[in-house]
């Protein structure tokens, strides 16, 4: 019977478990890289307070830091916004003590690659729209995890542009096809 009972709890557990789900997250906290800066702000002003900005040799820092109000895993998150006004980093910085998040609470860990001492790295291919992103996690131990990253990968257009490309490129071919057309219409009515 305790075993029975040992057995249904321990899967109840790992089918709950993100990682075992092979789910990795695509957001911290409802802020997911390539939504606007006007969305993620709006988002974080419901649980948090934006830090001022803090000048370094004469320049502001990039990004935004936010303290959360009494958040239970994390203290602080940091966005990086690209030139086009999306986030393009978001990262959430947890609690020293208290209830913290595993690196197994991220994802399954045999898929990570392991950058050094308690730092993994996922690589996620792009979905639908959404672009290809790294999730970096990072900690003092091998146990919890002492903050962690969603970006999209760095060396791809920012979320959006592609989009944008595309759209001019549909407009450019349809201007030429259009212009094959009516050229073709009036090269056909010119002759007999």
Known sequence: MRASLLIIVVTLLAGASPARAGKL???????????????AEERLERIATKNPERERGGEAEEGETWTLRDHPLFTYVYLAIDGTGHVRVVQAFGHATGRRLHYSDLGD???????GFWIYRW????????????????????TYVGNYFISYWPSREPPGESGR??????????EAREKAESEGRGSTSSHP
């Open 109 to 115: 860990l045999r898929k990570a690659r392991r950058l």
């Open 123 to 142: 690589d996620v291919p792009s979905r639908g729209h959404e672009p290809s992103r790294i999730i970096v996690a990072r900690g003092t131990d091998s």
């Open 25 to 39: 997250p695509r957001e911290i906290l409802g802020i997911r890289p390539g939504m606007t800066e006007h969305e």
């Open 165 to 174: 490309r595309a759209e001019r490129e549909d407009n450019e071919r349809r």
